[in-house]
């Protein structure tokens, strides 16, 4: 390689002028179907659930504290901003925001909570039926967002019709 071919190609490289965007000094505005982090409205939501039954990243966790107040939480960790969790919100409680810088020290200045006051629905004014004891038996998988940790646990949502839940255990008498 002689020193003349490295000065061609410097010079190449300076003809051809700036490459690179000024993205931190300058932003460039957000194309009109930008999908950035969601932003849930705790006054439309009703609590239904069909957000966190349809996140692929399960982000959004959902506690039944008891029949009357159930708490849920974007976790925002690990969310793709799909929009799938608005898509779905039959009140449009649930929108997508333009924010897509979301790089923080605190993670928990990602995520929202919103608790509800779940008495009545909004919509048919019926109370929600919590399940009976023996229902809960008889479940054999669960969902369980464990809020504490901000995590959560699928199971499968079949119940036990006809064939018991355990094998009775025989004990032998004297």
């Not at 069909?50 to 990243?57: K, Y």
């Not at 997508?96 to 629905?121: K, N, Y």
Request: glycine share 8%.
């Amino acid at each position: 390689m002689s020193l003349l071919s490295k000065v061609k190609e410097a010079l190449v490289c300076l003809r051809a002028g700036r490459v690179t965007l000024p993205y931190p000094a300058a932003p460039r505005p957000v194309a009109g179907n930008f999908r950035g982090r969601p932003i849930f409205d705790a006054a439309k939501c009703i609590g239904c659930g069909g957000c966190a039954a349809n996140c692929p990243a399960r982000e959004i966790l959902i506690h039944d504290v008891c029949q009357e107040i159930r708490v849920l939480r974007y976790v925002g960790r690990r969310c793709t901003y799909c929009g799938r969790c608005a898509d779905v919100c039959p009140e449009k409680a649930i929108t997508m925001s333009t924010d897509f810088e979301t790089a923080t020290d605190a993670i928990g200045d990602i995520g929202q909570t919103i608790e509800l006051f779940m008495s009545t629905c909004q919509r048919c004014g019926r109370c929600f039926k919590e399940p009976s004891p023996l229902e809960r038996l008889k479940q054999k998988g669960y969902r369980f967002d464990d809020l504490a940790h901000d995590r959560w646990v699928f199971g499968s949502r079949a119940y036990l019709d006809t064939e018991r839940a355990v094998d009775d255990i025989r004990i032998e008498m004297d």
